[in-house]
C-alpha cells in the first residue's frame, strides 16, 4: 500500500484525526489515541506500525511479516517489514481492527462525544 493510500484510508475511519510529530510521522488517532503510524522516521526504519490483537501480534510476527514495533511492542504494537508486507485488503483489515480496540478503550463518555457509540 502506498502511504497516500493509507493515510486517505486511516483518516476515513469514525473520528480518526492526523496530526504529524517525531520527525515527520503522520499519527493517526482516534479520541487522542494512536492507532497507526506512518512516514518520517517509521519510513525510515521499515514499513507502516499499527496496534493489533494479542493474536495478529503473534501471526504477523511468526510469518516473518512484521517485528515488534520499537518503543510500543509491549502494547502489541507491530511494524511491517515493508510497506507492502500485506495486500491492501488485509492492511485495511488490520487497521479497522487497529482503529476498533482504540475505541474499545475509551470511555463511554468519550466515544458518545465522537459517535461511536
Given at each position: 500500500m502506498r502511504p497516500k493510500t493509507f493515510?486517505?484510508?486511516?483518516?476515513?475511519?469514525?473520528?480518526?484525526?492526523?496530526?504529524?510529530?517525531?520527525?515527520?510521522?503522520?499519527?493517526?488517532?482516534?479520541?487522542?489515541?494512536?492507532?497507526?503510524?506512518?512516514g518520517g522516521y517509521i519510513e525510515s526504519t521499515g514499513g507502516f506500525m499499527f496496534k493489533t490483537s494479542n493474536m495478529a501480534y503473534q501471526l504477523l510476527i511468526e510469518q516473518g511479516l512484521a517485528r515488534p514495533a520499537p518503543y510500543l511492542?509491549?502494547?502489541?504494537?507491530?511494524?511491517?517489514?515493508?510497506?507492502?508486507?500485506l495486500p491492501d485488503a488485509e492492511l485495511k483489515a488490520y487497521l479497522d481492527q487497529a482503529h476498533a480496540l482504540?475505541?474499545?478503550k475509551l470511555t463511554r463518555k468519550s466515544r458518545?462525544?465522537?459517535g461511536l457509540d
Open positions: 493515510e486517505a484510508y486511516c483518516l476515513r475511519l469514525p473520528a480518526a484525526t492526523k496530526v504529524v510529530q517525531w520527525e515527520g510521522t503522520s499519527v493517526f488517532k482516534v479520541g487522542g489515541k494512536m492507532f497507526a503510524l506512518a511492542a509491549r502494547a502489541k504494537w507491530v511494524q511491517l517489514m515493508a510497506n507492502d508486507s482504540i475505541v474499545e458518545k462525544a465522537l
